[in-house]
């Protein structure tokens, strides 16, 4: 065979197994386990925190991704948005039915605290019925739909202390905050001064205060703001991931965006970038495994 021929025979079949790869990684789990320590409380607690899921399944109804949140034993699950997929141009409502179907069996166990990412925020401006359906039916199932709102972790069964309150709070970002990552390495639109401020008020300093706000990219002024803990979602990991680069390409088309995925921190703040649960746009995943993220805030008492 000539040797353009063999390498194009073998570029063809490393491109196959790639993408075997990438259809594999798609329906597997992986646990990443985060531990923010803290001088404001005197216990802890074990959350777990899913984003961009965007109504992927993992097993029949999504009975292992069940199981694997099972087994980790949370005090709540908390929900950092994209959980649906609304398009920008289809005239068709998003299906809201497996990501409703998954809440109504965690709901079952578990407290859940729900904020908005872009795919909500978009369908509650494209589609107001269906996102009125959808809010409607989580609040329903008891879920704290954490729209541009605060609210307390009820932390009776765990802490006696009334004090020592665990804080939770979502922000809903405008679209403007989403559409302006253009191609590139990192573009965004600005955020105004007081701008968290004027969405969900100002922090209590002396509480541990989490604040879901889906786009990572915002992160020092979310510290500006008071924020202990930061989850984030929103690149997917970087789609495809590789050794001491990080993530590539985002689905908004930015390229090797450091706070793609991981643990980032900030004075007296720490954020926690998921790799998210499903795909939408670029249906691809390479080293990148969709992600359930355990979060243990610890007490840091001296």
Not at 10 to 33: G, I
Not at 48 to 74: K, Q, W, Y
Request: one cysteine or more; hydrophobic letters at 40%; glycine letters at 8%.
């Amino acid at each position: 065979m000539h040797p353009a021929g063999i390498m194009l025979a073998v570029l063809l079949l490393a491109v196959l197994l790639a993408l075997f790869r990438s259809e594999w990684e798609k329906r597997s789990l992986s646990v990443e386990t985060y531990e923010i320590r803290t001088d404001k409380l005197r216990e802890g607690a074990r959350f777990v925190f899913l984003t961009d899921m965007h109504s992927a399944s993992f097993g029949e109804n999504n009975c292992e991704l069940l199981h694997r949140i099972d087994g980790l034993s949370p005090d709540a699950v908390l929900i950092g948005g994209d959980m649906i997929t609304c398009g920008k141009r289809t005239p068709v409502p998003p299906k809201t039915d497996v990501c409703l179907h998954l809440l109504e069996q965690l709901s079952e166990r578990y407290r859940i605290y729900y904020a908005e990412g872009n795919h909500e925020t978009r369908m509650k401006e494209r589609f107001p019925d269906t996102y009125k359906m959808f809010t409607d039916h989580l609040m329903q199932l008891g879920v704290e739909y954490l729209c541009n709102d605060t609210e307390i972790f009820d932390t009776e069964d765990l802490i006696e202390d009334e004090e020592d309150d665990i804080v939770l709070s979502g922000v809903s970002l405008e679209q403007k905050f989403f559409n302006a990552l253009k191609p590139g390495f990192g573009r965004r639109e600005a955020m105004p001064d007081g701008y968290l401020e004027q969405k969900i008020g100002t922090p209590d300093k002396w509480k541990f205060n989490i604040l879901l706000l889906h786009s990572p990219l915002y992160f020092q002024e979310a510290c500006a703001w008071g924020a202990d803990l930061v989850l984030s979602g929103h690149f997917h990991g970087g789609t495809i991931r590789l050794p001491f680069v990080g993530g590539v390409m985002t689905p908004q088309y930015q390229f090797f965006i450091r706070q793609c995925a991981g643990r980032f921190d900030c004075e007296h703040a720490s954020m926690i970038v998921s790799r998210g649960l499903g795909t939408h746009s670029i249906r691809i995943r390479f080293n990148n495994l969709p992600e359930i993220s355990l979060i243990k805030v610890i007490p840091d008492i001296v």
